[in-house]
């Protein structure tokens, strides 16, 4: 198992011996996360769980808690909401993601420990490390992968594992 992963600000993540290229936020990456900034933030987190979509991915090999993704999944992004940046049950009566998703970007999601302990509402939710649009397009503030870098990585992390997200 891999203790450490590190993301450049010029879109690479390294683990062992392993240089993948990721996509970024729209906006880059910051040391000060609003929510809907586009921004990426600048820490170091952990990896908390892996959801993943069963009727797409058999159970991926990996030490972290795996759960699969349901149809009514969602993810609160509204600051207004007491379930601020946590995994609600859709239908939701505040602003949401909703993570069952036809584009196949969130077929694997591991959800960082990023504002999440407690969460503060408006410094940003919903910040996963999940499979990278074509061509590595930017995403909302997330780090994204191809699919099968994804799983690679993910076949060496556990619960101990950090991801270290660098200004530079």
């Not at 590190?6 to 936020?25: K, Q, Y």
């Not at 808690?65 to 009566?93: F, K």
Request: charged share 25%; net charge negative; glycine share 8%.
């Amino acid at each position: 198992m891999i203790d450490h992963i590190t993301v450049t600000a010029d879109g690479w993540l390294d683990w062992g011996n392993n240089r993948v290229r990721v996509a970024l936020g729209r906006s880059g990456v910051t040391t000060v996360k609003r929510e809907g900034d586009g921004a990426t933030p600048v820490g170091t987190f952990r990896l908390r769980r892996l959801l993943y979509r069963a009727d797409r991915l058999a159970i991926p090999k990996t030490m972290l808690p795996c759960a699969p993704i349901l149809e009514n999944a969602g993810w609160s992004d509204d600051p207004a909401d007491p379930d601020y940046n946590r995994a609600v049950a859709l239908p939701h009566a505040f602003g949401h993601e909703r993570l069952w998703r036809e584009d196949g970007v969130y077929d694997l999601i591991v959800p960082l420990g990023y504002n999440d302990d407690p969460p503060l509402p408006g410094l940003g939710s919903a910040i996963f490390l999940h499979v990278a649009r074509p061509n590595h397009e930017p995403t909302e503030g997330c780090v994204a992968l191809a699919l099968t870098d994804l799983q690679a990585l993910l076949a060496e992390t556990g619960p101990k594992t950090v991801l270290s997200i660098a200004a530079e």
